[in-house]
């Protein structure tokens, strides 16, 4: 062999011993990057686990909550806010009624034919209104009015099927998703805004003198006869149907529970005690917080760069305006640290509440083998292409993670109020019937979720007793809800 031939070979073969050394160390490096993904993964199972134990805890912690926001205002991180609902529905109700249903980024406008004994739902029909994100940090008139404006259409396209009875103004059951110091059965002074909103000159003012003001200014004569919160809606949208209702939630963009109380059980209530011996409390359990809730450094720094720092700190770990942009935190932290997605971080990866639990749901719910649908959502969404399998299976871990830490913290919040209710356990071998009424987007369309609460529940509650609770989809009772309590508040009761 030449020199030449020989001088070629050994440079060959030191091309070849750099070209796998190179791949070597490429192979150490991302498998040192995989092991740093796989360490942040686990160690935020770890932070975000509910075994049974630390689950009774947040139970309790719950229960000693409701007890002192019942005895005296701002006793409590909860609210316990008192409805003056204290007449729920008894199947009776007859006539056209209308609702509006403002909880979150849309709103709906609904109009319903009550039958009277027997009759039921007659007929019923409503519209759903999507608010332009500008109105929800603007001013009160503006949104108030853009309100108004829709609601006024929507009677004006009333038909044939719908009889309001002669001479009679037309009744409203408003619907408000956000805490409210309730006045009486019609009027409340906004606390807070929460779920993305923020007008400052709401806050304080009495939402249903808002909004009459902004229906005067459309021509539209309409009286609010009752100012209800989803929950309470819900809640009276169950007791139609199914006389053992007794506690109502709310898990959709946001949370919260209501449920009815031994009206000599509130210390606070000052007034005469109402007929029913009792009285729907609006929780806003949204705001619970205690040391047993598993939070991270993600929940954290949520938390602080939101528009409600320190406040409803519940509803931050287990709503669907939340559960979405926590995994993406998690993601992005990969991204940076072990370079989940190639050696630079995707730019919309970066962007706060991108990722919306909506599409979460539809990963997280991917039984194709190739995952196919969490490579098009990242995609899609995070504009990241080519993901391997195998990290697309960490996406689909990280949202099973978020997800069963909120549904089980979500059934660790409803038996604490079995537990202040007395129906946790058996009396004297009685188990009393229970149905809790669930609604929202995020309990009806994520199943793994609402799967998760159920048997969570369960083994809370264990075999005997859950075989008396109930959870029951109350289908749109926000809606439905706030039509009932106007007809059971109409100022024509008893005139036939």
Known sequence: MGKVAVGAAVICAATVCAAAALIVRHRMRSSSRWARAMAILKEFEEKCGTPVAKLKQVADAMTVEMHAGLASEGGSKLKMLISYVDNLPTGDEKGLFY??????????????????????????????????????????????????????????????????????????????????????????????WT???????????????????????????????????????????????????????????????????????IPKWHGPLPK???????????????????????????????????????????????????????LCRMAEEAALFGDTVPPKLKVPF??????????HHDTSSDLRVVGNKLKDILEI?????????????????VVTRGARLAAAGVLGILKKMGRDTSRDGEIQKTVVAMDGGLYEHYTEFSKCLESTLNELLGEEVSKSIVIEHSND????????????????????
């Open 195 to 265: 779920k993305g909103f923020s007008i400052d000159d709401t806050v304080g003012q009495d939402v249903v003198a808002e909004l009459a003001r902004a229906m005067e200014r459309q021509g539209l004569d309409m009286r609010v006869s009752a100012l209800v919160n989803d929950t309470i809606g819900t809640l009276a949208g169950g007791r139609y149907t199914n006389k053992d209702v007794a506690i109502a939630v709310i898990l959709g963009t946001g949370t919260n529970a209501a449920y009815v109380e031994h009206a000599q059980a």
């Open 385 to 401: 292409s080519n993901t391997s399998l195998k990290t697309r299976k960490v996406v689909v871990e990280l949202c099973n993670i």
């Open 276 to 330: 029913t011996g009792e009285m729907v409390i609006n929780m806003e359990w949204g705001n619970f917080r205690s040391s047993h809730l598993p939070l991270t450094e993600y929940d954290h720094a949520l938390d602080a760069e939101s528009l409600n720092i320190g406040e409803q700190i519940f509803e931050k770990i287990i709503s669907g305006m939340y559960l979405g942009e926590i995994v993406r935190r998690v």
């Open 99 to 192: 609702a509006l249903d403002l909880g979150g980024t849309n709103f709906r406008v609904l109009r319903v034919q009550f039958g009277g004994k027997d009759g039921g739902i007659v007929n019923q029909e409503f519209a759903e209104v999507s608010i332009p994100p500008h109105l929800m940090v603007g001013t009160s008139d503006a949104l108030f009015d853009y309100i108004a404006t829709a609601l006024a259409k929507f009677v004006a396209e009333e038909g044939q099927n719908f009889h309001l009875s002669p001479s009679r103004q037309r009744e409203l059951g408003f619907t408000f998703s956000f805490p409210v110091m309730q006045t009486s059965i019609a009027s409340g002074n906004l606390i807070r």
């Open 477 to 496: 009772g926000s809606g439905i809800g706030a039509t009932l309590l106007a007809a059971s508040h109409s100022q024509y009761l008893g005139v036939e």
């Open 354 to 363: 991108i990722l919306r639990t909506p599409e979460m749901s539809a990963m």
